[in-house]
């Protein structure tokens, strides 16, 4: 049976689109959208929270959308071992609702900023990265608001222990520098997995990075080592 | 009829032009009624005959714009945008539109409005928005008051367009002390739809359910229109309470409950309520109808207690539409509202008769004829008295060989790359989402035009918002022609063909006869150059009055051009250099004249001269050749020559790519200052493979365009002869830096 991918739309999203195009379109695997007040994930595989401003995010980012009747549906998915990835929207959801660890800021400059930026993999050993080797810098479009990734010094240690970092900031040689960390993340931190490795928070959109048209197709990458760990498609 | 409560003043004459109305217009409205309006039907009137509704003082101008196109597939003013065919099924419909007032005294929600409001129409036509751009004017960078506005109305398209969820890839910044006081927001939002999914703006049928959806009506906004119908003063800061308020959420949910209602089939029309809230939709959609139309007004979702029927018919609260529903199927279009937390509430129905009637507390509190209130109708139209102002002869005239021009080239051109009009917007494109929805192909920047695809189509859109000021105000006529031509030019050299525009005219108080000359004169050039061209206006706005206490802006008729791409995959064309060795040329007319330039302004602080030449039959062939040159693969980089002439064009084509270049210019003759700095129109650089060099010049030949090989592609220096010897990494620190400096202040 084949495999299949769901796409949670809450009230906002607006990278719902995107993100179905990318798995309908570009990787051809079998896709739906679920309506946040769905509160039934059986027969999904693999599960995706896309970008956008959930209820507007007036509050704070991710803030409201946690409350969602599908959340609880999530957090069991999750718990269960089943792969769930948030961009961007999604990570600051995934955030709220403590199925990982920490809380976003606003950008440190305090200005929206949308543009390519680089990021170095720091473990090839995870579902999401697999086809990577550590150290590979990959070229994705950030665009974000409130994107400076905060966690204490505790809970750093703590994913530095569990080897949880999934992405940094970097230039495009792959090195740390001052301008690259782009909005003052604590230690350059652009993703993040849970303790599992089976869920992923990121703030850069791997999803507008899937075709050679529209100029990088560094994001793909993520999915296909993600679909081959699955055995999706 | 008793109307009358104790709070409504008594309609007079003076009350009538306290609302911006004067006696013949009140005697009109009179003559409508057969009575005298209460105070309610009073301000109906006047918000229906502003300028900004009525269009009283410019429609008879627009009507001389050609409208008419194979592709185009409503008239101009019929709906609300216009929607042009572009192939494989889909139409696009799109429109540019200006929020200047509200801007001036309130920049972030008077700019976050603006891409509200555009939104609106383009998703009202059942069209979804895929790209949004820009066109904005401010003062000088150098006075606080200007970055404090540039700083509020960046901020508000950002928080706007970005949770919105449209990208901005596409716009244009200028910065002349001519507006001062007087922003210009114009914005700009592009959608597409297929063929048959169109919705309508139109009341009809007899006992069909009146519903008004999305936010609540509350008392921002009144009278916002007529604010936008009288100059800024000293006072404009206390119409504050005129400017609308944005939810970009609620337009997020309007957009997807609004798509998803039209998919039902149970709407008859829709129209979006922009200037004018209520008033404008239902008189609108029920003069286009034919029929009346009953609204009780006691039914519509309030956001505060005790409003009367003057306010919440003169609202401008934003995010709401009014929706024409089959008889018997409105609970489907209810249930999708409902689906989306969306208010959806009938309010009334459509009627026998002409007459639009409103209801509140149970009495009837106006009954207008509908035809009475709209453009086409009873609203007033004007022609101004014109007047050719004087200054034109003296700057027309004026020598600019007595200036005294600096000996360094190198000097100049960091000045040049420095100048706000020129210098990279990146700190303002980087605020804004350029990437969702994934289709951006060409973002703002380094490119002649915003690209994106089509999916499920080979074909893509090149749009771009154009216009000088300075050009228009120095010869209106040749600089109405030239922002068309040059909005064109843009799109050619993204590798699209032009096919239409939609526009937004903002201009000075039309009252005064300078005013009117210049604006009749440069919708007069806007029309030979999209006749020239074959790009028909399919619509627009018209913004008057935009004056500060020292006099009228430059003149600025801006241009939003739409251009189809036959082949994404392969027609697509960017700016920047290529690769080291190819070759580069100079195509076009000759670079002469220096007037109106960037140069004259940043190195003199002077702006004077005639407007550039152009040549429109020329510009038609330098256009049609360069278009057929990138489709069939014989250029890898095209640059169009605009402000500051060929010497910044070849700098941003080095600064793009991070490649230098070795050329000469001595073989377009002329003196070097106009060589380097003319605006001269229909020129552009275009690079080449050195082994197809010959092909190029085979072609061009063969074409009779007039071209000059310039250099070659290379090293890490612009070298310009003897002139310019610059490293591009020097050149891009000036470009680049410049407005993140003067914003750091």
Redesign the interface.
Known sequence: MSKKIGVIIF??S??D??AY??MK?VMGAETEFLWHKESDLSGIDLLLIP???S????LRSGAIARFSPIMNAVVDFAKKGGPVMGICNGFQILLEAGLLPGAMLHNEKL?????DVHVRVERSDSIFTSRLSKGDVLRL?V?H?EGNYFIDDAGLDSLKQNDQVLFRYTDAEGKITEDSNINGSVDSIAGIVNRQGNVLGMMP?P??A??K???SEDGKVLFESLFSELQIA | MSTKTIKEPEVTLDLAIEHGLNEEEFEKIKEFLGRTPTFTELGVYSVMWSEHCSYKNSILEIKKLPREGEQLLVDAGEENAGLVDIGDGLACAFKIESHNHPSAVEPYQGAATGVGGIHRDIFTMGARPVASLNSLRFGSMDNPRVRYLLDGVVRGISDYGNSFGVPVVGGEIYFDEAYEGNPLVNAMSVGIVKHGETASAIAEGIGNPVLIVGASTGRDGIHGATFASEEISEESEAKRPSVQVGDPFTEKLLLEASLEALKTGAIVGLQDMGAAGITSSSSEMTARGGEGMTLDLDKVPMREKGMSAYELLLSESQERMLIVAEKGREQEIIDVFEKWDLNAVVIGEVVEGDKLTYLKDGEVKAEIPADSLVLGGGAPQYEREATRPKYLDEVQNADLSAFNHPKDHNEILHKLLKSPNIASKRWVHEQYDTTVRTNTVNGPGASDSGVIRIKGSNRGLAVKTDCNGRYVYLNPRRGGQIAVAEAARNVVCSGAKPVAISNCLNFGNPYKPEVYWTFKEALGGMGDACRALSTPVTGGNVSLYNENPKGAIFPTPVIGMLGIVDDIENHVMTPGFKNKHDIVYYLGAKRRGLGGSEYLKAIHNATTGDAPELDLDFEVTLQNVLLEAIREGKVNAAHDISDGGIITTLSEMAIFSGVGANVSVKELNGSIYDVLYSEAQSGVVVTVPREEARALEHFLDSKDLPYEELGAVGGSRLIIDEFVDQSVVDLKESYESAIPKAMSQ
């Open positions: 009230p906002g607006n990278c689109h995107d195009h990318a379109s970008g956008g401003f209820y507007g995010d007036y200005r929206f900023i949308c543009k479009p665009s608001g959109h999803e507008r899937m075709e048209t529209l100029g």
